[in-house]
């Protein structure tokens, strides 16, 4: 069974540049997690999606970060303009419905905004 | 809010040690618990899960948790720890309300380190 893929897994773009960061997650698993992770800390939140329904988005700076699940599998989130303090590990998981917890996370896209 | 304590930001340890981590939350309320491990150049992966019963779970690799509930402590034990057991270990605790599950928060972690 394939697991969580993401793209990039790494980056590096000056500030006020855009950055979009792709995440497919397992087939069959409706709910999917964007989770920022920064060094020494654990992962937090952003959004959170069942099937192509944004039921979490309220740690998701939207100033100038969005994310979208088209047709419930595929994933995007992008941020515009990037700040250096974006610098960070982002993470997509996903999971069934039913259990919730139980997350399967993909590598990660390192993202480095000089 | 919700919160998840781990009070050791890195535990250094050589083989064969005995280890326990903790982990610390501050809700009250039903909720699910768990151990996540990142192995070096490797994703995220559950090692072990509360739910409910036995408030003694087992996961893989020898690791175990007891939850106690008058502590909100969900603490990571193995008794006998190997080098491949370096990692980082992340408690995450998710809380359970009116029958449907809120969002997952996760420890700090701790960075574990065996030394041959």
């Known amino acids: 069974e394939a697991g969580v893929v993401q793209s990039p897994r790494y980056k590096i773009i000056e500030k006020k540049q855009p950055v979009a960061f792709w995440c497919n997650p397992i087939?069959?698993?409706?709910?999917l997690y964007w989770y920022l992770q920064n060094l020494g800390q654990g992962p937090e939140l952003l959004i959170r999606y069942e099937n192509e329904e944004a039921v979490d988005d309220s740690q998701l700076p939207k100033d100038r970060f969005s994310a979208e699940r088209l047709k419930g599998v595929d994933s995007t989130l992008k941020i515009q303009p990037a700040e250096l303090g974006d610098s960070a590990v982002y993470l997509c998981?996903?999971?069934?419905?039913?259990?919730?917890?139980?997350?399967?996370f993909g590598e990660g896209s390192r993202l480095t905004v000089l | 809010a919700q919160s998840v304590s781990q009070h050791n930001h890195h535990v250094i340890l050589s083989e064969a040690a005995s280890l326990e981590l903790g982990c610390n939350y501050s809700y009250g309320g039903t909720v699910n618990l768990f151990w996540y491990v990142q192995y070096p150049g490797q994703h995220l992966q559950l090692l072990l899960k509360?739910?409910?019963?036995?408030?003694l779970v087992k996961g893989i690799k020898g690791f175990e948790a007891e939850f106690i509930k008058s502590k909100f402590s969900f603490n990571l034990r193995k008794p006998s720890v190997q080098w491949s057991d370096t990692a980082e270990y992340f408690c995450a605790v998710i809380l359970i309300s009116s029958g449907s599950a809120r969002q997952l928060t996760f420890g700090s972690g701790t960075q574990l380190t065996v030394l041959p």
């Open positions: 998981a996903s999971s069934l419905q039913e259990s919730p917890g139980e997350l399967f």
């Open positions: 087939s069959g698993h409706n709910t």
């Open positions: 509360y739910f409910s019963g036995d408030p």
